[in-house]
């Protein structure tokens, strides 16, 4: 019976031992070439300090997340040792489900939080520390003018189709992968200070041509809407200015989404930083 006593409690100082050692730890580091962050009023493409993406690790079986400190497209992250990155990296870091898969906020809380969230991939190479992120939707530009100051929220939808929500990546032009637009529902609300009388706001779409509504809300009340009925295409890594939307002659004059002007975002180099 001794024996016995002495052999379970030699097992659990062991397991407990094992559970108190530290799991040895290093830092990583990943740059990264000519692709974003932030775009600024003047057009102009940077990434931005505290930037945050998502790397897989192989070895964990789980994403690592990797800030960059300075802004200059150097990220770095505390990992396990034994940790091996292969697969792929996300931004924003809060879209990947895995490495095929992403989720697209359906709600933002400012103007600002879409245009600084459009989601890019990276193809992870083994045994390289440089990652090239290519842009895995659209962005599109919406202005209103001249509308009601009770105002709180803008949100963006297509009858039938999934904005927001998970999605599959997809190869599309040069084996490039893409988030594209599927069957469902999945709007994009985003919410600003009431009391503005002018908006404007960039969000990211997926890939494919589709018609859009645009409602502004006061909470769930529809104070305008717009509802497109012609299909409007939107391209990977394309930005799209749409006209503004002067809500205040809304009961006069028809009003349509109208396309104003279209850049790329990954290959016009001068507009990087």
């Known amino acids: 019976m001794k024996k016995t006593i002495y052999i379970i409690a030699a097992f659990v100082a062991a397991v407990s031992c094992s559970k108190n ?14 692709t974003r962050a932030v775009i600024s009023n003047v057009g102009k493409f940077s990434w931005d300090k505290n930037d945050r993406i998502a790397v897989w690790n192989e070895s964990g079986n789980a994403f690592v997340n990797f800030t960059s400190v300075a802004g200059k497209g150097v990220f770095s992250a505390m990992a396990p040792a034994d940790a091996h990155f292969e697969g792929s990296a996300f931004y924003p870091a809060g879209i990947p489900v895995s490495n095929q898969e992403v989720n697209l906020p359906g709600s933002y809380a400012s103007a600002l939080e879409p245009e ?3 989601p ?11 990652l090239s992120f290519k842009h895995l939707g659209a962005m599109a530009n919406f202005s209103i003018i001249r509308f009601s100051p009770e105002a709180d929220h803008l949100e963006i939808s297509s009858p039938g189709k999934k904005l927001s929500g998970a999605f599959q990546l997809s190869s599309g032009s040069s084996s490039i992968q893409e988030v594209q637009v599927t069957e469902g529902s999945g709007s994009i609300k985003v919410a600003f200070t009431p009391g503005e009388s002018t908006l404007s706001v960039t969000v990211p779409l997926p890939v494919g041509s589709y018609p859009l509504t645009i409602k502004l809300l006061k909470g769930e009340e529809t104070l305008l809407e717009v509802a497109g009925t012609e299909n409007l295409s939107f391209a990977r890594a394309v930005f799209t200015r749409f006209r503004a939307i002067d809500a205040n002659p809304v009961n006069a004059v028809p009003i349509e989404l109208v396309k104003t002007e279209s850049y790329s975002l990954e290959e016009e180099d001068e507009l990087w930083d």
């Open 120 to 130: 890019m991939h990276a193809v992870v190479q083994d045994g390289s520390k440089l």
């Open 21 to 34: 050692t530290p799991v040895p730890m290093r830092e990583y580091s990943f740059e990264t070439v000519y």
């Open 116 to 118: 600084m969230a459009f």
